[in-house]
């Protein structure tokens, strides 16, 4: 992918097909080639900015479509440029004759993510606001949304530029001893700057552990319903999706793939997925079932364990798998509704108990309380800054590293050049988020993954 940043171009921000159309123009020329189509009251070229036309967009006497012309003059604009936003009838070949007018006269098709591109490179928003425009298009849920709306106000920004800057005035401080070294001047004192740069990671730190929740919550929160053969799985996952999604029999094993359902609970996405029964198996499918079972096991960050028999262990039920210290497990009593009450009591495990029938619907509210309580959205509903962009995760995670070092060769009494230079290995990785430093590849990478007209 080339880029010409100073060329105009155009590209429709809205999908053709539905009652209207906007089509976006930016550049230099935007206006003044808008201008050579449009026919209303008042020439664009003569109209104030940030002001809004209604006319005709014409091919020499041939009237094309009537629109609502936004034009906005730079800097005052979404790229910073010139720019036009035509609403249109949608209808594909209408916005097609629009768009093949306005390259006729000197317009280019746009690359995906381009407008968003141009607004980066004008200092419009930095890298991290950037990417949060593609989250906020991407977001299907709320908790996703209030992630990438505060990235994009620029809640996130502030916070990494004001870590860069105590960095960087730390290492003003060391290096202006290196000036001065031969009267042996400290102009830093070593216990502060010691606690400032502790402090500073403890942040860095806060930052890079909010990735697994902020990860979670913008893809969804996977979880695996998991157990023996019949002991209502399928079930659970028809009762949570609101329809029969999966296969229900009294027939063990009739499940030997995994099943996937998305609901949205609370403003959260959560993945459901239906697998395989674990047991001792000579079938070739039922053995391929199960090894997609584990894969799930291991993916999942909630585990559901049903069990039908109040006495059997995780153990033996999912057949000696481990969950990580970062997994959450329930375990589910199921068929409460057609059991004898006491084959519902369990025997004492580790895990939060609950009882159900997803046959009846009896616990699910339960269920579903204790899924909630998994993820808390609050901070993400009330602003905090939340990290869910792996590449800014590995950029922190490079940061803390950094600071690390920098931390241990204060307490060795290692030269001041060098405890320098691993401070500013760390601000080079909090650079990297926002753009402050970054390369060409990176944000061809970037920008790759948007939307034509955004």
């Known amino acids: ?24 123009v930016s550049g230099e020329d935007a206006i003044a080639i808008c201008d050579k189509i449009f026919r209303g009251r008042k020439r664009l070229l003569d109209a104030k900015a940030a002001s809004i036309l209604y006319g005709n967009i014409q091919d020499g006497d ?28 949608g209808s594909r070949y209408t916005v097609e004759r629009i768009i093949a007018l306005i390259t006729k006269h000197g317009a280019r098709l746009a690359e995906a993510g381009e407008f968003t591109r141009r607004a980066f490179l004008s200092g419009r928003m930095d890298l991290s606001q950037a990417e949060a425009v593609a989250d906020i298009i991407a977001a299907d849920s709320r908790a996703s949304h209030a992630i990438a709306s505060t ?30 070294s031969e009267e042996d001047v400290e102009f830093a004192d070593r216990s502060q700057l010691r606690q400032l740069l502790e402090l500073t990671q403890q942040r860095v730190e806060s930052l890079a552990r909010s990735f697994a929740l902020g ?3 913008k893809e969804g929160i996977q979880v695996a319903i998991a157990g023996r053969p019949n002991v209502g799985k399928s079930t659970l996952l028809n009762r949570l999706a609101g329809e029969d999604r999966a296969m229900v029999s009294d027939i063990a094993g009739t499940t030997r793939d995994t099943v996937e359902v998305t609901t949205n609970i609370a403003g959260v996405i959560y993945r459901f997925i239906d697998t395989a029964g674990l047991h001792e198996t000579n079938d070739k499918l039922e053995q391929m079932g199960i090894e997609r ?3 799930a096991l291991r993916k999942a960050r909630i585990i559901l364990w049903l069990s039908d028999d109040a006495t059997s262990s995780f153990e033996t039920d999912l ?51 204790a899924l909630q309580s998994f993820a808390d959205v609050n901070d993400a509903y009330r602003g905090e800054v939340i990290v869910s ?25 290692i030269p001041t050049d060098l405890v320098s230079e691993d401070i500013r290995l760390a601000i080079h990785h909090l650079g990297t988020i926002t753009g402050e430093i970054t390369s060409e590849d990176i944000l061809k990478n970037i920008f790759s993954h948007f939307c034509i007209g955004k």
């Open 293 to 295: 079972t584990t894969e």
């Open 1 to 24: 992918m080339i880029y010409n940043d100073h060329d105009t171009i155009v590209a429709p921000a809205t999908p053709m097909g539905g009652a209207l159309c906007i089509i976006r």
């Open 215 to 217: 990860n979670a919550l």
């Open 389 to 413: 962009n792996h590449r800014h995760y590995e950029a922190l995670c490079q940061a803390d590293e950094a600071l690390s070092t920098a931390l241990k060769a204060l307490h060795d009494g």
């Open 319 to 369: 057949i000696g798998y481990t969950p990580t210290a970062e997994q959450q497990v329930y375990r589910i009593i199921t068929k409460c509704d057609i059991a004898r009450e006491a084959d519902c009591v369990p025997t004492p495990t580790d895990y939060p108990t609950l009882r159900l029938s997803a046959r009846t619907g009896e616990g699910m509210d339960s269920l579903l309380v």
């Open 151 to 180: 990235q994009m106000r620029g809640a996130y920004s502030d916070e990494l530029q004001n870590l860069r800057n105590k960095l960087l005035n730390i290492t003003s401080l060391l290096e202006l001893e290196l000036d001065f």
């Open 62 to 89: 041939e009237i094309i479509d009537d629109v609502l012309v936004s034009l906005f003059r730079a800097p005052h604009s979404y790229t910073g440029e010139n720019a036009i936003e035509l609403s249109a009838h």
